[in-house]
Every structure is written in C-alpha cells, then in structure tokens.
C-alpha cells in the first residue's frame, strides 16, 4: 500500500509538535500507512523544497514561520480563508498544481471557544504583522462583527500594509490610550533570546493574553505578560491542535476528535 506521506516545513522547526498530532490523528482512523516529518527550509531553498515534497508523492504539507506569504505566492488556486488573509498554512497537490488554504484563524478562533475566552464584543491587539497576524486578523473581523483590533508591530509600514489589505474600519493602529481585553502574540519573539521591549502598559489583570508559540514552560511572551500584571496567558498548543484539525479534515476528508489532546502533548 503505498504511504499516505505528510509533512511540516519551516524555519525553526526542530520543535513542532505537528508531526505527533497528525500521527495520533491518523491513528482515530488506523492509517496505518502514515508518515508525517519535518523539513527545516531556507529562503533561497524553500519553493525546491515543496516542489521536491510533492514530486516524491507528497499528500499535504503544512506551512509555517517565516514562510506562509511565500507559500501563497506559490499557488496556483487557493480556498477563500487563504484569500481572505493572503497567506497559507496548507497546501495540496491537484493535477500537480498547488493549491493553498489558511486553517489558523479558524484553528485559533476554535481554540477561543474551546477555553471559552471572549472575543464577540472586545478590544483586541495583535502584535506582528506576518503571515500568522494575518490569519487571526481575518478570522477576528469575520466571527467578531462587534469588535475591535488594532496592530502593534515594530516597523509601522508593515502595519499599515496590512491596514490597506483588509480595509476595515474596525481594524486600526495601535494607540496608546485603548484598554484592550484580548492580547495576541503573533511574532517569533518567544523563539528568540532577545529582550522583549514592548509598552508596559499593554494590559492590565483585566487582559487575556495569548502566545501563538507554544513551550513545555513558559514562552518568553507568557512571562513577560505575567511580570506585567496579566493574570491568564495562554500559549499556542491549542491553536496548533485546532489548526491540524482542520488541515487534516483538507486532506483526508476525515474529522479527528482532539478532545484531551492538549493535555496529552503536554505529558510528552
């Protein structure tokens, strides 16, 4: 039987937990033919690299930092979430042409649900200005008619880019007078060792946060939001799980349960 062959590519990408959701995923439906890996790519090496994956009979490949705006200029068709955000976290192979889909707004919006935090009638920040902010832009305007969201991001014009993109009336600039109920880390800082220098007066015991990277300890936003009065930050293992959930439904057209999965992964 031949191999039902998957994979994740990015940059870092030693510490993905994708390979061990998709495997357990796999394993609701005894797939036994089931690999799922990783590849680390580079910029200059990064469109060889999926064009290698799906010429050696590669089924689906996830896409993450920092390549998921490259990743949409490489398709020949995307869905309608990739085109809402203008960046992919999914690709398939179709009559060898790539076609692209963004399952991490609606991942993240499931995991908001899922921990029952509130984001119908908020005001809410996204730090960063990439292709993940992107996608939990999109997905906030869309399922939070009644709310704002504004950007934070270090260089301003990337910011604005992404103002003139969605054109919103509901998605502005940072300014330092707004209380924000829900804050989002969508940059790598977590990943990095550098010091994180943002405005301390971001949040309040009041704020939400939430890292969209994930650590077995605390990421270095979650700790900087606690010594800056938050009382709840989340990371982003529950958005990775909801994400996967729904790139596996894309290419397998199956629906894994992810009950409990969150506490499971993190026993690992």
Same mark, same amino acid.
Request: with cysteine; glycine share 6%; aromatic share 10%.
């Given at each position: ?123 809410? !920040? $996204? %730090?960063?200005?990439?292709?993940? =902010? +992107? #996608?939990?832009?999109?997905?906030? &305007? ?39 109920? !829900? $804050? %989002?880390?969508?940059?790598?800082? =977590? +990943? #990095?060792?550098?010091?994180?220098? &943002? ?41 990775? %799980?909801?994400?996967?959930?729904? =790139? ?21």
């Amino acid at each position: 039987m031949a191999k039902l062959k998957f994979s994740v590519i990015g940059n870092p990408i030693k510490h993905s937990l994708s390979p061990e959701i998709h495997k357990y995923f796999a394993s609701q439906f005894n797939l036994n033919d089931f690999i799922y890996e990783k590849i680390e790519a580079t910029k200059e090496n990064f469109r060889k690299n999926i064009e290698t994956f799906f010429l050696n009979g590669g089924r689906g490949l996830n896409v993450t930092i920092p390549f998921k705006v490259s990743a949409f200029k490489l398709c020949h068709s995307l869905d309608t979430s990739a085109i809402l955000c203008g960046s992919v976290n999914t690709l398939i192979s179709e009559s060898n042409k790539l076609k692209g889909y963004n399952t991490d707004g609606i991942g993240f919006i499931d995991d908001l649900t899922q921990k029952e935090i509130e984001y119908g009638r908020s005001n809410i !920040l $996204v %730090i960063g200005a990439g292709g993940s =902010s +992107m #996608s939990i832009i999109s997905s906030l &305007l869309q399922q939070s008619t009644k709310s704002n969201v504004a950007i934070l991001n270090r260089t301003k014009i990337k910011a604005d880019n992404l103002i003139t993109f969605f054109k919103n009336d509901r998605l502005t600039l940072h300014g330092s007078d707004t209380d924000y109920d !829900l $804050v %989002i880390n969508t940059t790598p800082i =977590s +990943m #990095s060792k550098e010091e994180i220098v &943002l405005p301390n007066d971001l949040i309040d015991a009041k704020t939400i946060c939430y890292d969209l990277f994930y650590s077995k300890k605390r990421t270095a936003f979650q700790s900087w939001a606690y010594d800056n009065g938050a009382k709840i930050c989340y990371d982003g293992l529950g958005m990775l %799980i909801q994400q996967a959930k729904h =790139s596996f439904v894309i290419w397998n057209d199956l629906i894994p349960d992810v009950n409990n999965l969150e506490e499971k992964l993190r026993q690992l």
